[in-house]
């Protein structure tokens, strides 16, 4: 099956400056990247997605970018500010069920 | 709310009971998922359902698990003779076909004492 591998698992930025994330997946046929950020007692919450189809896609401060050859994806945030601060996840779908397998997380602080 | 909802959201329960987990997903989303999310982990797929078929099992979900979706719409999640390995965050998806992006409910945080 899958499997996503997600570093680092923390990270600490001045607010500003800018963040990257960056999972690497096991399966050929995944062929669906979606980023997901968690914060506390709170539900996943669908921030950014990419195909396999597409290299780059951007939503403001939000930068997805995707090496299909290398299978490796990577999250970018710009300007961080503090509400940025929370875990974030990395997802791959694959199988007939296009399931989600999640990497591990990143842990996200952003200082004021 | 025009999202995902889940109930209840918190269950304390002892070892050896039975519980009850629901999940209402977006009206028009065809397909349900659930997860399954101890702390400092992401989040697990366990099974999901296309309309009210159950199409897919993980190797998660044992046979104390099950899990339906009668309607096509709403779905349960029972969890019987719970042990304390069983405590953990229930996630529930909802996506609007395969490959579709999945939007997630608050969870169902069991405690299993």
């Known amino acids: 099956g899958e499997n996503v591998e997600q570093h680092p698992s923390t990270l600490s930025v001045q607010e500003g400056d800018s963040a990257v994330i960056k999972c690497t997946y096991s399966?050929?046929?995944?062929?669906?990247f979606p980023w997901y950020k968690q914060e506390l007692g709170k539900r996943p919450q669908l921030i950014i997605d990419?195909?396999?189809?597409?290299g780059e896609k951007k939503d403001q401060r939000i930068a997805v970018t995707l090496n299909k050859t290398a299978k490796h994806f990577s999250l970018h945030i710009t300007e961080t500010q503090p509400e940025d601060s929370a875990v974030y996840f990395c997802?791959?779908?694959?199988?007939?069920?296009?399931?989600?397998?999640f990497g591990s997380g990143t842990q996200l602080t952003v200082l004021p | 709310d025009t999202g995902v909802s889940q109930d209840p959201r918190h269950k304390i329960t002892k070892r050896g009971q039975n519980v009850t987990f629901r999940c209402d997903p977006i009206?028009?989303?065809?397909?349900l998922y659930w997860y399954r999310q101890t702390l400092g982990q992401g989040p697990e797929f366990l099974t999901y359902?296309?309309?009210?078929?159950?199409?897919?099992k993980s190797r998660l979900l044992s046979d104390r698990f099950s899990a339906e979706r009668p309607k096509g719409s709403f779905s349960t999640l029972e969890i019987q003779r719970t042990e304390q390995g069983d405590s953990a965050m229930y996630l529930c998806?909802?996506?609007?076909?395969?490959?579709?992006?999945?939007?997630f409910g608050p969870g169902t945080r069991l405690t299993v004492t």
């Open positions: 990419i195909r396999s189809n597409v």
């Open positions: 997802a791959a779908s694959s199988g007939s069920a296009r399931q989600l397998t």
């Open positions: 399966d050929s046929a995944s062929n669906y």
């Open positions: 009206s028009e989303h065809n397909r």
């Open positions: 359902f296309q309309n009210e078929a159950q199409l897919e």
């Open positions: 998806a909802s996506s609007l076909g395969g490959g579709g992006e999945q939007y």
